[in-house]
């Protein structure tokens, strides 16, 4: 009885401190850990291996726990101020666009992006020559926030005027292509997503166009280019965002792409040139060498730097070299390409250079073509896979053509070719062009996220191009009774860390097909979106007018626990975009609907750990002490009083016993 009553306080408290210790254990191992930032996707090869030489293709995720210490949430200099879709592409368009949202109420328009520009310009509903767009025409008298700029303010920057006293400006392009017209003030927005609300910027309000910008589709221009007019002087002259922007162009194959309106954290492997602002106002490059297969064209250095010198202009479509660069250049290539057979190019009245024999997987062309680098100052280098000088022969499959010509000026010209799947940051306060291999159609998930925004600004709640396709989904599935219950768009939901996102899609398919092929449905899905198998589920399905309605969803993977927000977006829009392909039992699909689901609260606390790292361990030590100091307190109680308990029935023999034992 005695030796119970001493010996088990002992026992008890050896137990609970043990207990403490494998709990502050488990806690530690937990803030230790190193989840991604981002959304979970394969990291491309660090190299693919063509014959002799090989092309980069650098990863797409980098270390969170670095990205998280070295650029902090909410740190406006190191993120980004707008993160914007590009649409279109350069074999069907030959350019590039982004949604821009003008005046209060605003009214929306598609502006090519170009970095050789420095007006940006949409058609104006007074305009006597402007041609059929996608977009009706920009309505000054159907704005509040509208101002006409007048010739005798210092916002006049281009010095002319009209008989009415309005300031005016005219820009004429090499194809021979005009612009002209009157500037104006207004609210400019750039998306919902967009951190940066709606600025009052000085744009063109076109009343004349000729040439290629009275046909294209697009409204107009975005100038990016460095000038008192430009989008980005105004932007950072007001100090609305950091000095630098970027451009991210997609593939031969899927086009679109993004672009970042202000400063974005350095990416490991991305490769910095400078770029002299004061020889003009292009971005230009110091182009020393060009290398086919590793072998140096026979050119003079000079040769690169006349005129302009290098230039990037993402409104180009194409590539141009002076004559004797090009010579040289197409001769290097055509001496690497081996069994390929000459064929004739897709337009007659252009003599273009084209070889067919490759296949048609743009991700297999280094097979058959040579790798192609530029080497900058400092023997940088930026490595070009062949859809960077290459366009997809639109008659004949297999074939593709040179996507770089001769130029009769002698200023070296790289256009949109050169830089699809490849990010590019134009670094404006340093001075210097970054360039980074990437998979531009999943640009989001490279990039630390955006800390979380308000509620959007006057004049910014209008869908993102990425978002807008949801409302003609819903309205889709409201033909009919759905069979499941109708979810939000991601426009629509205030969901800033996604622990799921939850899907419903219609297949041209039967009950008993599906049944049967689920789990197909579900690799395939897997594999179209570049998830892990685990992270895909199947919640339900069932049977409607000759169709399969189909429920399911996408987790995070287990060791990131979240999607970022642009993940998830991602998701929605290949499947929107139909860009994910399934065996053909499967027949047509659409998404109907879809919603993001939050993260659980385990999930947050996991997530958010460094946030609460400090709190969690200060609790747990107060928690250790207090339990410690009661411990001590009863067990100093019960030796203390042990013998007011045991006197009567204390036996010294059995003391001297408990002695020797």
Same mark, same amino acid.
């Given at each position: 009885m005695?030796? @119970? ?9 050896i137990?609970?401190?043990?207990l403490?210790?494998? =709990?502050a254990?488990?806690?530690f191992?937990?803030s230790?850990?190193?989840p ?10 660090? &190299?693919?291996?063509s014959?002799?030489g ?10 969170? +726990?670095?990205?998280?210490?070295e650029?902090?949430r909410?740190s406006?200099e190191l993120v ?6 590009l649409h279109?592409?350069l074999l069907?368009?030959g350019y /590039? ?8 109420p605003?009214q929306?328009f598609a502006l090519?992006?170009? $970095? ?5 310009? =949409?058609? @104006?509903s007074s305009?006597t020559h402007?041609?059929p ?5 920009f309505k000054?008298?159907n704005s509040?926030? /509208?101002?006409?700029?007048q010739?005798?303010?210092p916002?006049?920057?281009t010095g002319?005027?009209g ?6 400006y005219?820009r004429m ?10 500037l104006?003030?207004d ?6 997503d967009s ?5 009052a ?8 166009? $000729?040439g290629?910008?009275?046909s294209?589709r ?11 007019l430009?989008?980005v002087?105004q932007?950072?002259g007001?100090g609305?965002m ?7 162009y997609?593939?031969m194959?899927?086009?679109g ?10 990416l ?7 770029s002299d602002?004061?020889?003009s ?6 182009l020393?060498?060009i ?12 040769i690169?730097?006349k005129k302009?010198?290098? #230039? ?5 479509? /194409? ?5 004797q660069?090009f ?11 081996g069994?390929l ?8 009245t252009y003599?273009d250079? @084209?070889y067919a024999?490759?296949? *048609?997987?743009?991700?297999?062309l280094y097979?058959h073509f040579p790798?192609?680098?530029f080497?900058f100052?400092?023997?940088?280098m930026m490595?070009l896979?062949p859809?960077n000088y ?11 053509c040179?996507g770089i010509f001769?130029?009769q000026d002698?200023t070296t ?8 799947n490849?990010? #590019? $940051?134009?670094?404006r306060?340093?001075?210097?062009i970054?360039?980074?291999r990437t998979?531009?159609s ?10 979380p925004?308000?509620?959007? +600004?006057p004049?910014?709640?209008q869908?993102?191009p ?6 003609t989904a819903s309205?889709?599935?409201?033909e009919?009774t759905?069979p ?10 205030s969901v800033?860390e996604?622990g799921?996102v939850?899907l419903?899609?219609?297949?041209? *398919?039967n009950?008993?097909?599906f049944s049967?092929q689920?789990?197909?449905?579900l690799?395939g899905?897997?594999k179209?979106l ?10 339900d399905f069932?049977?409607?007018n000759?169709?399969?309605i189909?429920?399911?969803v ?5 060791p +990131?626990h979240?999607l ?7 998701i ?7 860009q #994910?392909s399934?065996p053909e039992?499967?027949g $047509?699909y659409d ?7 939050p ?5 947050w606390?996991?997530?958010h750990r460094?946030?609460n790292?400090g709190?969690?361990?200060a609790a747990?030590?107060?928690?250790i002490?207090f ?8 067990y100093?109680?019960?030796w &203390?009083?042990?013998d007011?308990?045991? #006197?009567?029935y204390?036996?010294?023999?059995q003391?001297?016993d408990e002695e020797t034992?």
């Open positions: 005695e030796r @119970c009553c001493r010996r088990r306080p002992a026992i008890d408290f137990t609970l401190v043990l403490l210790f494998f =709990v254990y488990l806690c191992s937990l230790d850990a190193n991604n930032l981002v959304a979970h996707f394969p990291a491309a090869p660090r &190299r693919i291996e014959g002799h090989a092309a980069f293709m650098l990863p797409l995720s980098r270390s969170s +726990a670095a990205a998280e210490e650029f902090p909410g406006r980004a101020d707008a993160r914007m879709t279109d592409d069907t368009k /590039y666009t982004s949604r821009v949202f003008i005046g209060t605003p929306e090519i992006v170009d $970095t050789g520009s420095t007006v940006t310009y =949409v058609p @104006c305009c402007c041609g767009h996608q977009d009706p025409q000054p008298d509040s926030s /509208y101002a006409v700029v010739c005798n303010t916002e006049c920057k002319r005027c008989n009415n006293k309005q300031c005016r005219e392009y090499a194809e021979m292509s005009t612009s002209s017209g009157i104006g003030k609210q400019i927005g750039f998306g919902q951190q940066l609300g709606p600025q910027l000085l744009f063109g309000c076109e009343t004349r166009e $000729t290629d910008l009275y294209q697009a409204d107009g221009i975005m100038g990016l280019g460095r000038g008192p430009s989008l002087d932007l950072v007001s609305a950091a000095d630098s922007f970027s451009l991210c997609g593939g194959e899927d086009g792409g993004a672009m970042i309106l202000g400063a974005i954290p350095p490991p492997d991305m490769v910095f040139t400078p602002p004061t020889r106002n292009y971005y230009n490059l110091p020393k060498e290398q086919v297969q590793g072998v140096p064209l026979k050119v003079d250095a000079s690169f730097d302009y010198g290098t #230039v990037l202009d993402s409104g180009t479509t /194409y590539a141009y070299l002076p004559s660069a010579d040289a250049f197409e001769e290097a290539v055509i001496q690497q390409l069994s057979q000459a064929v004739d190019g897709p337009d007659p003599h250079i @084209c024999g490759a296949g *048609t997987d743009p991700g297999e097979k790798s192609v680098d080497v100052d400092n023997n940088m490595t896979a859809e290459l366009f997809k022969h639109t008659k004949i499959p297999g074939a593709y040179l001769k130029n002698p010209l790289l256009g949109g070719i050169v830089v699809r490849m990010l #590019v $940051t134009y670094d306060a340093n001075q210097q970054g360039f980074l998979n531009c999943n640009l989001w998930s490279i990039l630390p996220p955006e800390p925004t308000g509620p959007p +600004a004049g910014d709640n869908s993102s990425s978002d807008s396709p949801g409302s309205a889709s599935h409201n009919g759905p499941f219950q109708q979810t939000a768009s991601p426009a629509n939901l800033q996604v799921s939850e419903i899609m219609a297949l041209s *398919t009950y008993s097909t049967n689920s789990s197909v449905f690799s899905m897997a179209g570049d998830v892990l198998l685990s992270q895909v589920s199947l919640l069932q049977e409607e000759n169709q399969v189909v429920q399911w996408i987790a995070a993977d287990p +990131a979240r970022s927000t642009r993940s998830a977006q991602v929605v829009t290949h499947l929107q975009d139909h #994910v399934l039992v499967f $047509t998404l109907r609907s879809w919603k993001f689901l993260l659980s609260r385990w999930s606390l996991f997530h460094k946030f790292q709190v969690i361990i747990l030590v107060g928690v002490l339990l410690a100091a009661t411990c001590s307190l009863v100093w109680y019960i &203390r009083y042990k007011k308990d045991t #006197v009567k204390t036996n010294v023999e003391a001297t034992l």
